[in-house]
């Protein structure tokens, strides 16, 4: 067994690298497969200083968990000001470098594999669907009809969960590329705006 890999770092340092060695762990095995211990030694740390700045186990999935199923602000910032068609394209590519970025870890939080049901899971995941249905709703500049915002974030909630179901083919099960993934996500996306909406909600 190796021995923990010293280095001296800031607080703030220490603790993103912490994260970042759960988030990897997380991706690659089942939650109830990664122990504090596996964490601390991929981090190079004692494990007492991850229950410093995390707490237990269960703390530190759940932060990793918020992260990997919340759409930031900065992605939508960071939108191009063009047509609908530009922005969606940019949104679509920006989600799969996410996913890219973080194999697996997105979608096997919103399964919670592992954890059973927790309530506090749970609640997790269902503010951040509601989070990113509202950022997903400024990024592509779709207008509320007055009174209807509930039907509206449940058109954009069922397009998150084609999202995930596309994004399991792709890193999963390898069943689709990339580029496959985006085409239909940015298709979908499109028809939703262009014709699902006005249908269903008035101009």
């Known amino acids: 067994m190796s021995e923990p890999r010293w280095r001296r770092l800031g607080a703030d340092q220490r603790r993103e690298e912490i994260f970042a060695c759960a988030q990897r762990l997380f ?103 509601n989070d990113s249905v509202d950022r997903l709703i400024d990024a592509i500049g779709v207008s509320e009809t007055e009174g209807r915002r509930d039907e509206l974030r449940a058109f954009i909630r069922t397009y998150g969960q084609l999202a995930r179901a596309a994004g399991r083919e792709w890193l999963v099960k390898k069943a689709l590329t990339r580029e496959q993934v985006h085409q239909l996500l940015r298709v979908c996306l499109l028809a939703i705006v262009d014709d699902v909406l006005p249908a269903s909600l008035g101009d």
């Open 27 to 129: 991706t690659q095995r089942p939650y109830a497969e990664v122990s504090t211990t596996d964490i601390a030694r991929e981090a190079g740390v004692a494990r007492g200083l991850l229950n410093h700045y995390f707490g237990t186990k269960r703390d530190l999935y759940l932060e990793v968990v918020r992260e990997a199923a919340t759409v930031p602000e900065i992605a939508v910032a960071q939108l191009p000001n063009g047509t609908l068609e530009e922005r969606i394209d940019a949104a679509v590519t920006w989600f799969l470098d996410s996913l890219d970025q973080q194999g697996a870890s997105w979608i096997n939080a919103t399964g919670s594999h592992g954890m059973g049901r927790d309530p506090e899971l749970e609640k997790i995941l269902v503010q951040a669907e």
